[in-house]
């Protein structure tokens, strides 16, 4: 099985050795002291002199720092790290962003010494803009998309995997160890440039879509873990974007929002588009941040739009006679990514050339000439990704064919519209609990007052636009105000920005957004009937975390009780739910609409002989926590001592697969 | 003559006359020469020392590095830089040194510009048997990757804010080198004329840094598919 960096793990705090007598809820006391106790560690060390945030995004990742020896309660300075990297064999450049590609060179491929970087003669792997420029030519050897795939149900993120499409006798890397690499580079880049003040000294926080699973998140921190970066803490992106927005905004944010505002954020990054709600509330008179619902993973972003962009201009040219060879849509689609930001920023441009460049040295003959219009952006883009639709439309899913290739499960529907109108619907009790918030009786879906923008596909006006004209017809059909844009935001940047920033506001220096988790979580129990032949066993969902579980918080099932095997692993089904905000925790489940609850893989504990008898039935109950990095835990407690296991979530089906 | 001298020692000088004082500004002169030659040997002779010595051990070391094998690879990165011919304006007759361009840097801004324009393509090319129209689709790539080396790599501004054709004073003691005057070039500052180009200066510029064994004079590789 995947044993490359084992599962197996059992913990024995030291005060679990409780007499058997204690009830189980105290025991819990001494929960989440594992990531804490880290925390500390690092901060006796100095102190950290500055706060780092990192967007591990899916296309590029970013540093940003805040420089704590220099910020005190009127300003802070920040910066965003510009990362050394190999844009071609033997040069190294140093780029505010380094894409997250990495690519799997032949021995025979690179020169001996070429792929040297500041910090090590030789990489393990190659990552950043070359990664991406190589493999633009040499796709079987190129890993894209980790980060996608460590989200992805029923894979084995651990397994050596990517790239998915690569012959046999190409290397593959885990989405894990792809991951690590991206962190590694990026703690070499600051480790050179700052040699006096080491990554893992710093406060760091990492961000994650805020759709991300449990078990995602819980790999996320274990890559940054094993690049010893310990005190890694994770936020979710939207968040982040609006912790930007807030630090751009220079104190003006408290006269921009007002109490009752529904935040909608929209991140639309180049491979995934993230959807949060954040509510404005007060408390003693001061303004408070709800994070209130987030969105499903959607695999959409601006990658599908210069794809779809390219393909018309294909069909385009073949409708002409001529046929387009693989390598030439690689150069259309990149040719048609700048032409279209040129058509978006200048709203004087109507036509604008597009030429593939033939591949030989004879520029000028051989050459293909094409153009885009605004009239073919406006209608694959403008309208193809966001078309004008009722607010009662949603997306379109069609059954996936019988047989697919291993692959990422990309949006059936691109219209992200349709993604947004679905999202907000079904989130329309998201803020019943928060008095501050008054929706209209009649209201189909959840009214977001604001919106921010995130992702550089937003940076075109045109789509801007259109997608704010969406939302607020959908509003104006209700009555209800229209929202406004919240201006400032910088696109690119901002998540990593409002990592670092974040950092600086956890130091008790600004306002925090009030996040938890961000769906409620149950585990499959079967329930006690007489089994019907023919039918599978009645399963129960046993609410094992509440929606908004915050930060360093545990909750016991002290009166549902297992008895589990030492030695057998055990699995259970696992589903989360983003929606059943009231369920608490121990509430059972017998019946549940598909929409509700959605399944993620199963989760595993395997009690470890230490001891005792093989066989030996041990009865345990569950407890759960989220520690103060932002992860889900859960543990198995036992009745007899107070004995925990940890129960594990990368358990993901990859022997079955 | 009978004149006679007599040599006698005890004798001591009442007069201090002519004479003695040449005889004193002689000895004295002669002993500061004295001094200055020493000093100027003893210099001589320790640079030529630490020299011999520096070399012994720079010989030693390698000798040494030579036997030794070191076990982490030092890994070096060569930052280029552009130099500009600089004229020295000095008056001493000294000869001027002029400054020696390196050419790593020319070759790497070659590089990129056939990299993102396919710049030396369009050059070697023979254009004589193309229509412009054909040209033009071609001047569209270079043009746009030119554009996007160039601003990618070096940060460019004008040198003089004023708009063409208008009449701009220079003051005295312009910068000669950022300023050209021509024509009729009489009289003394401040000059008035008309700006006829607006110049251009480069404020920031970021060339890659190359590994050690890089050959920076392969522009393009050959690309071989397989």
Redesign the interface.
């Known amino acids: 099985m995947k044993s490359l960096f084992g599962h197996l793990r059992s913990e024995n705090p030291g005060e679990g050795a409780l007499n058997a007598d204690v009830t189980q809820n105290e025991s819990n006391e001494d929960s989440p002291s594992e990531d804490s106790d880290v925390e500390q560690g690092t901060v006796e060390y100095s102190g950290p002199r500055f706060s780092v945030g990192i967007d591990l995004g899916t296309t590029h990742c970013v540093l940003s720092y805040v420089d704590l020896s220099q910020s005190d309660e009127d300003g802070h300075v920040q910066e965003v790290m510009a990362i050394p990297q190999l844009t071609s064999p033997g040069a190294v450049e140093e780029l505010m962003q380094l894409p997250s590609f990495l690519y799997q060179a032949h021995q025979a491929e690179l020169a001996e010494g070429s792929s040297a970087l500041p910090w090590t003669a030789k990489p393990e792997f190659l990552v950043g803009e070359i990664a991406r420029s190589l493999g633009s030519k040499t796709p079987i050897r190129l890993v894209s998309s980790a980060k996608s795939w460590l989200c992805h149900a029923g894979v084995d993120c651990k397994a050596p995997i990517l790239p998915a499409e690569a012959p046999e006798e190409v290397e593959r890397v885990s989405p894990f160890q792809a991951t690590v690499a991206y962190l590694q580079h990026i703690r070499d880049a600051w480790t050179q440039l700052h040699p006096d003040a080491p990554l893992a000294n710093q406060d760091l926080t990492i961000t994650v879509p805020a759709s991300f699973d449990p078990a995602a998140r819980e790999l996320t921190v274990e890559a940054a873990r094993f690049v010893g970066l310990e005190q890694a803490l994770l936020l979710e992106e939207p968040q982040s974007a609006l912790y930007s927005w807030i630090e751009r905004s220079n104190g003006e944010w408290r006269k921009q929002t007002e109490v009752g505002d529904i935040i909608l954020v929209i991140d639309i990054g180049g491979g995934t588009t993230d959807l949060s709600l954040i509510a404005v509330t007060e408390h003693d008179g001061n303004l408070e941040l709800t994070r209130v619902a987030v969105g499903d993973h959607i695999l959409l972003g601006g990658d599908n739009m210069d794809l779809a962009l390219a393909y018309t201009v294909k069909a385009k040219l073949e409708k002409d006679g001529k046929r387009l060879e693989s390598w030439q849509i690689q150069a259309l689609t990149h040719g048609c990514r700048e032409a279209k930001e040129k058509i978006f920023n200048d709203p004087s441009l109507d036509v604008m050339p597009l030429v593939v460049p033939n591949r030989g040295s004879s520029l000028i003959g051989g050459s293909l000439r094409t153009e885009l219009t605004r009239e073919e952006i406006n209608n694959v883009l403008v309208d193809g990704f966001f078309p004008r639709i009722a607010a009662s439309d949603r997306p379109i899913s069609r059954p996936r064919g019988g047989l697919r290739t291993a692959g990422l499960p990309y949006a059936q529907d691109a219209g992200i519209t349709r993604h947004l109108a679905a999202f907000l619907a079904k989130q329309l009790n998201a803020t019943d609990d928060l008095k501050d918030i008054n929706l209209p009786e009649h209201a189909s879906f959840l009214h977001p007052t604001a919106v921010l923008f995130n992702g550089g596909v937003l940076k075109a006006a045109p789509l801007a636009d259109r997608l704010m004209e969406v939302l607020n017809s959908w509003l104006t059909g209700e009555q209800a105000p229209e929202a406004r844009l919240l201006e400032g935001a910088d696109l690119d940047l901002a998540v990593a920005r409002g990592a670092a920033y974040y950092g600086y506001v956890r130091k008790g220096k600004g306002v925090r957004i009030k996040g938890g988790t961000a769906a409620s979580y149950y585990v499959g129990i079967e329930s006690a009937m007489p089994a019907v032949p023919g039918m599978p066993p009645e399963i129960e969902a046993l609410c094992i975390a509440p929606f908004g579980m915050e930060e360093g918080t545990e909750a016991a099932l002290p009166d549902d009780e297992f008895g589990l095997v030492i030695g057998e692993p055990v699995r259970f089904r696992f589903f989360s739910s983003n929606t059943r905000r009231e369920d608490r925790v121990g509430t059972r489940l017998d019946y549940w609409t598909d929409e509700e609850l959605e399944e993620l893989d199963e989760i595993e504990i395997t009690l470890p002989e230490e001891g005792r008898r093989v066989g030996e039935v041990v009865p345990v109950h569950l407890t759960s926590a989220v520690t103060e990095v932002g992860t889900l835990e859960l543990h198995a407690v036992s009745r007899q001592d107070g004995k925990r296991w940890k129960v594990e979530f990368d358990v993901r089906a990859g022997e079955e697969a | 003559m009978n004149t006679t001298y007599t040599i006698d020692l005890t004798l001591k000088p009442t007069t201090f006359d002519l004479w003695h004082v040449c005889l004193a500004g002689t000895v004295a002169l002669l002993a500061i020469l004295l001094i200055v030659l020493l000093i100027v040997m003893l210099i001589g002779i320790a640079r030529g020392r630490k020299k011999l010595l520096e070399e012994a051990l720079r010989e030693s070391s390698a000798s040494l590095a030579a036997s030794i094998k070191i076990p982490e690879?030092e890994?070096k990165?060569v930052e280029k830089i552009v130099e500009v011919e600089k004229v020295v304006q000095a008056p001493a007759p000294e000869p001027v040194v002029l400054k020696e361009a390196t050419p790593d840097a020319a070759l790497?801004l070659l590089?990129l510009l056939q990299?993102e324009a396919?710049f030396i393509?369009?050059i070697?090319?023979d254009?004589t048997a193309?229509n412009d129209a054909?040209?033009g689709?071609?001047a569209?790539?270079?043009h746009?990757g030119c554009n996007k080396a160039i601003n990618e790599h070096f940060k460019l501004v004008v040198v003089h804010e004023g708009q063409e054709g208008s009449k701009i004073t220079l003051p005295k003691g312009f910068d000669a080198s950022a300023v050209r005057l021509t024509g009729n070039i009489v009289g003394e500052a401040p000059f008035t004329g008309t700006l006829i180009h607006r110049g251009w200066q480069v404020t920031d510029i970021?060339l890659?840094?190359?590994?050690?064994?890089?050959?920076a004079k392969i522009i393009a590789p050959a690309?071989v598919e397989l």
């Open positions: 690879p890994v990165i790497q590089n990299k396919r393509d369009f070697k090319e254009i193309y054909d040209i689709v071609a569209r790539v270079v746009e970021r890659p840094k190359l590994t050690m064994g890089h050959n690309e």
